[in-house]
């Protein structure tokens, strides 16, 4: 576990949807055993790939890669720092918002029909959501590869995969526990904090990629230069 393997956490853990997600899971009939139904099956997906690397994948990594580790950081870490400095400047944003415009009425429509679906306790619908929500993207693949080449031991590198799943999950898992608590607090809580993180997820997203980019870049140079 390194500084880039937690960066790609943060990373995956801003999400928006999941903000989507928390705020149809709590208007539901029965919120809390559909946000368990959810965790379960997005964790379980998150976990069962992250083991599978570490128990199964691993061993062979380690002699195929090691000669190659130099190489596929800095492939990784370019796309990363290119992708966070337009970002970061809001070319990839300014697009994005055009299209979103014309796209509205679409999005709007699906939206109504995701609160109508997930309005009655349907628990293995959530339990599907939760398990595509937690198939692997680009930031997790790239963390499994950051704990392949750390040399660290099983051990530690499941406790690593289990760090990462609970920081990728945490925009559902936070607001689950508070929903214990109160519900009532919980569901304004939600509305304002994903008002907050939409207004803020280019600068968010744009210095994270660009941190764990400059890493994986300078990490690959040093070895490859070493």
């Not at 090691?66 to 697009?95: F, M, Y």
């Not at 109504?112 to 306790?121: C, D, I, N, Y």
């Not at 304002?192 to 997820?201: E, K, N, P, T, V």
């Not at 764990?212 to 140079?221: D, E, N, P, T």
Request: with cysteine; hydrophobic share 55%; glycine share 10%.
């Amino acid at each position: 576990m390194n500084a880039a393997f937690f960066g790609l956490a943060v990373l995956a853990a801003f999400n928006p949807k999941l903000f989507a997600v928390d705020l149809l899971l709590i208007e539901n009939a029965r919120p809390r055993p559909m946000f368990l139904c959810f965790l379960l099956g997005g964790m379980g997906m998150s976990l069962a790939v992250g083991l599978l690397d570490v128990f199964v994948v691993h061993a062979d990594a380690i002699s195929t890669q090691g000669s190659a580790s130099a190489g596929l950081d800095l492939a990784l870490g370019v796309p990363l720092l290119v992708i966070g400095a337009l970002v970061g400047t809001g070319r990839l944003h300014g697009h994005r918002r055009a299209r979103a415009t014309a796209g509205g009425g679409r999005r709007a429509r699906r939206d109504g029909w995701a609160q109508r679906v997930l309005r009655e306790p349907r628990f293995g619908l959530a339990v599907l959501l939760g398990a595509l929500a937690g198939t692997p993207g680009a930031s997790y693949i790239a963390a499994l590869h950051q704990l392949v080449m750390g040399r660290s031991s099983a051990a530690v590198q499941a406790v690593a995969v289990v760090a990462f799943v609970l920081i990728e999950f945490s925009l559902v898992i936070i607001p689950f526990v508070f929903l214990q608590v109160s519900p009532e607090a919980t569901k304004a809580r939600l509305q304002r904090a994903q008002d907050w993180l939409m207004s803020h997820a280019r600068q968010l997203m744009a210095a994270v990629a660009l941190f764990v980019g400059a890493y994986m870049v300078i990490s690959g140079l040093v070895r490859l230069l070493t």
